[in-house]
């Protein structure tokens, strides 16, 4: 069984105990779209730590199973997206391809990699979901190969309006192993921040294009 609870907070206290996630609201980040952010989240840092890879590979795996249902095949999106779709793969015994952020410049100008088999259904796995435009991206290239998309998998969603938005207009089904709701009651509740900085961080989450702006 998959508990749904216990997982996204095993998979928050992973990310904060490796820094994979930072959350500095006194200091905040840049991000490249120019938003003020109190966190960044980098995933990539779960792959040099192999019990917390491996816990991330087997709940992926279970997540995709019980959410899309029997797939044939695992899609990485690149670049931080195919490690994690390889693990994957091989843990479910699955061919795997991935898709690049924009087609070949050379060559056969391909966008994706890896044998592709129109009509069979895929599991498409990210890293990480913001608003969902690069993880859709892929899937559009995905379905105008003939691929079924079943569904995208990530390890964490801060959970944007506009990235819910975004997937019900692509009707694609997405799930996440952890995200930002669960993340901040965890940090608070384990003393990693302290109230105060969750009230901010809760504010971003209501409105991170203007956050940075305010006061």
Not at 83 to 99: C, K, M, S, T
Request: charged share 20%; proline share 4%.
């Amino acid at each position: 069984m998959f508990d749904t609870n216990e997982v996204e907070q095993q998979v928050a206290e992973f990310l904060l105990q490796i820094k994979a996630i930072k959350l500095q609201p006194a200091n905040p980040f840049t991000w490249a779209s120019g938003w003020k952010s109190p966190i960044y989240c980098d995933n990539r840092v779960t792959l040099s730590y192999p019990a917390i890879r491996t816990y991330i590979r087997q709940k992926l795996s279970t997540l995709i199973q019980e959410e899309f249902g029997a797939v044939s095949c695992i899609a990485g999106v690149a670049t931080a997206g195919i490690p994690q779709g390889v693990l994957v793969a091989q843990e479910l015994g699955l061919p795997f391809i991935y898709v690049r952020s924009k087609p070949k410049e050379h060559g056969t100008g391909k966008m994706i990699e890896g044998e592709i088999l129109p009509g069979k259904r895929v599991a498409v796995v990210e890293d990480l979901i913001s608003t969902g435009k690069s993880s859709l991206e892929a899937v559009a290239a995905l379905r105008a190969e003939g691929v079924e998309v079943a569904g995208l998998a990530a390890i964490f969603s801060y959970g944007f309006d506009a990235s819910v938005e975004n997937f019900k207009q692509a009707k694609c089904r997405f799930a996440t192993l952890s995200n930002y709701n669960a993340l901040i009651k965890f940090a608070e509740d384990k003393q990693y921040i302290s109230t105060d900085a969750a009230a901010l961080l809760k504010q971003w989450r209501q409105d991170p294009a203007n956050w940075g702006k305010q006061g």
